[in-house]
């Protein structure tokens, strides 16, 4: 897959492996959130293609779209995160501004833990 240049920060990438099972099940439409992913350089053509096929240009269904999401989500660079979170937070449902505060606060947590 040929990704967005950089790397998610370590932390980050904690953050979503922790939150793997939840994050799958409250996903927002994948359509939108691959769109503003993209939009705001996050991802290119070729991971939203990842996301929405397999290799063989088979459709994934829902779930396994959501599955490959978060698992390309870290290869999205380093701002991949915060614009993550923002796409969550800017969904008018509440369970997915519950999400964004949740790993944001999460990150904060496990970056005040790094500090000596």
């Known amino acids: 897959i040929d990704c967005v240049p950089g790397n998610m920060d370590p932390v980050e990438k904690a953050v979503i492996n922790s939150h793997f099972i939840r994050?799958?099940?409250?996903?927002?439409?994948?359509?939108?959130?691959?769109?503003?992913?993209?939009?705001?350089?996050?991802?290119?053509?070729?991971?939203?293609?990842?996301?929405?096929?397999?290799q063989f240009n088979a459709p994934r269904d829902e779930h396994d779209q959501a599955d490959k999401f978060i698992e390309v989500l870290p290869s999205g660079g380093r701002h991949a995160f915060d614009v993550f979170v923002n796409a969550l937070h800017t969904s008018e449902k509440i369970a997915h501004k519950d999400l964004s505060a949740l790993l944001k606060d999460e990150k904060a947590r496990k970056q005040a833990q790094q500090e000596p």
């Open 23 to 54: 994050l799958k099940q409250d996903l927002p439409p994948l359509g939108h959130l691959l769109d503003y992913m993209k939009q705001n350089g996050v991802f290119d053509d070729n991971i939203v293609k990842a996301v929405k096929f397999t």
